[in-house]
């Protein structure tokens, strides 16, 4: 069995049998506009980075898809399928409440990562997906390890964005249990990562501004 759920500019998303189970391949295909051998290692690298970061961010609690199988030759990924629907998607059909639930708790492991020292890098509600009565996180495509107060405040003036752009019904009150959770994961650190969020998104309009 395999299936192409996605192609996307990073990777190529499949849906395969890994020894019986359901599973998710990632591939990062070749680029020709790069010389080989580099493109080569930076797709290596990267599946690599990718896979070391799934699993420190499961090791400190953080629900993610396990981690089966690293190809570095195919410079492929083979995780765990995670079933439900995301978190994108779910949220228009539940209650005042229960947004506000998956919200903190959203927060709370976002705040884990970030204590931790892993950046999402794409924290937004279709990177995750509500399984077993939690949001799972996936694609860490683009995260990394850092401490950096800067990168924290990167990662959350992102998800402010995206509850401007794609849940500004509940912006508010989705943005404050978000911080909620963050604050009781992180405690005194996250209101330096907060702050900078806000001054990241002050930037940001001085530049639309310009």
């Known amino acids: ?99 506000a639930q998956i919200f903190k708790r959203i927060g709370f492991q976002a705040g884990v990562m970030h204590k931790s020292g892993i950046i999402h890098g794409d924290l937004t509600t279709s990177n995750m997906i509500q399984s077993r009565g939690r949001p799972v996180f996936i694609d860490f495509g683009l995260g990394e390890v850092s401490y950096e107060v800067e990168k924290r405040g990167v990662d959350l003036n992102l998800m402010n964005r995206m509850l401007t752009s794609t849940h500004y019904q509940y912006r508010e009150d989705l943005l404050e249990a978000f911080i909620e959770g963050y604050r009781a994961a992180l405690g005194e650190e996250a209101e330096e990562a907060l702050n900078r969020m806000r001054e990241i998104e002050k930037r940001g309009r001085y530049i639309e501004k310009d």
Request: glycine residues 4%; contains cysteine; charged residues 35%.
């Open 1 to 99: 069995m395999e299936r192409v759920i996605a192609k996307g500019a990073e990777a190529d998303l499949l849906e395969v049998e890994w020894c019986g189970l359901r599973a998710i391949k990632k591939i990062r295909r070749p680029k020709a506009y790069r010389h080989p051998q580099l493109d080569y290692e930076l797709r290596r690298s990267r599946t690599a980075r990718e896979a070391h970061i799934l699993h420190k961010a499961k090791a400190n609690g953080v629900p993610t898809p396990l981690v089966y199988q690293v190809d570095p030759v195919e410079c492929s990924l083979t995780i765990e399928y995670v079933e439900g629907p995301k978190v994108r998607d779910l949220l228009p059909k539940l209650e005042a409440q229960q947004r």
